[in-house]
């Protein structure tokens, strides 16, 4: 669909924007996506009213009461607190696959006219819909057409757009070009002042507020053969005094990194800023050897658990993926770190195009050898991705036999390799292992799902 300003909408300043965050996915913190929108919005167009609605978390709260009143009493104990995680991660997962068929079946879910009451309540002239996760797809639809058929703008954006989206609204790529068609402005100002107090207490499902924040745009390393997460967006830190502001003006005392990676350096300087703040924090990052040395400056400042991408223990596999990592160093980062007390959870990927039956089990021994260093192992199975560069380089990965299709939960990719494990064969050595793999994880299993609690114990 062409991008054409909404006109005529009223003057920005009597213009009421909602931006929505549309179930489903777990509601244990707020979303960092509309938060940022409605930043920006207001830095550039001050006048503007705008509304920030997690409808996920009104959803979930209406849905679940006797889970988020079982809360009170498991927050200060990890095993009941666990427990009740376990228990809202099972129910909710009937809870959105029953919804879904019914939307599917052209019916409306549960809780629709509770949240879009919410919605009309501010008779807003323009919705934005943010779509992170394909799970949000069906919902957003339904929104859609309701909110469409009531003569109410709907405009949508994020990662987890789809072509069934494309055909029923505009899609906006980013926050300027959604400001240029709200006003026709195309001279903006970047900010980084997130305010957080759209977002009540009460609605998540967390032992304390934990808030997503971002250090930076793009990707520093931007050479991961199977990613797309960076989308080419040049790398560009965020300002620290941006950061720290939107810290104190939020009374931020836990909060998690957004970004996929952040360089030894970086996070360094982010740790120095937030020592002073009491904030416990968690972020992402390559197991790189620069970072050795500096674990323990880090834990002053704040850093609690850390996500490491280490993908692989075969050293073939990871050159092939462009990690930039070795096996030898990252053993001595994961060490490092956990005698400084951080907690490392660690990502693995299973079925890069070139994977053999000995390089699977060369990453499980890396696993048994380095198990003593490890609280989670979140282990997956290589997906191919449109754009990244396997997909652009299938020959030089050995992947044949492309094929796509569009579903109403977003596009599928299937594929063939020339050598290696097929994805039989992938599937059941990962099945007889995948025990073994549990069993790696000190915290309680929940917390390989929702790795942000792992702040709290």
Known sequence: ????????????????ITLLYPPFCPPTVPPHSITYLASYLKTNSPEMQIKCLDLNAKFHRLRFPELYQRLVKARENITPYSEMLEKYSSGAKKVHRENNFRMYGGEKPELFRELLELILEDKPDVVGLSLVYNSQIFFSLALIEELSSRGIKCVAGGPAVSKFVEEKVTVMKDEAELLKFLTGNEKAEKTYALDFSHYPVEDYLSKEMIYPIRSSYGCCHKACAF???????PYKEIDLDDIKDTILKNRIKNLFFIDDT???NRLSELAAMLKPLGVNWWCQT?????LLGNFGELRKGGLTSIS???????????????????VGEIKKVLAESHQAGIKNIIFIMFGFPGETEETFYDTMNFLRDNRENIVIVSASIFGLQKGSRVYQNADKFGVFDIKENDTPLGETITYSVKQGLSEIELKKLKESVARELREMNKLPKIFALLKEQSLFF
């Open 1 to 16: 669909m062409s991008i054409k300003p909404l006109y005529p909408l009223p003057h920005p300043s009597s213009m009421k």
């Open 227 to 233: 990613c797309t997460h960076h989308d080419n967006v």
């Open 262 to 264: 952040i360089p030894a």
């Open 286 to 290: 390559r197991p790189t050897s620069d």
């Open 308 to 326: 490491f991408g280490i993908e692989s223990g075969n050293q073939r596999i990871l050159d092939s993926m462009g990690k930039g990592t070795n």
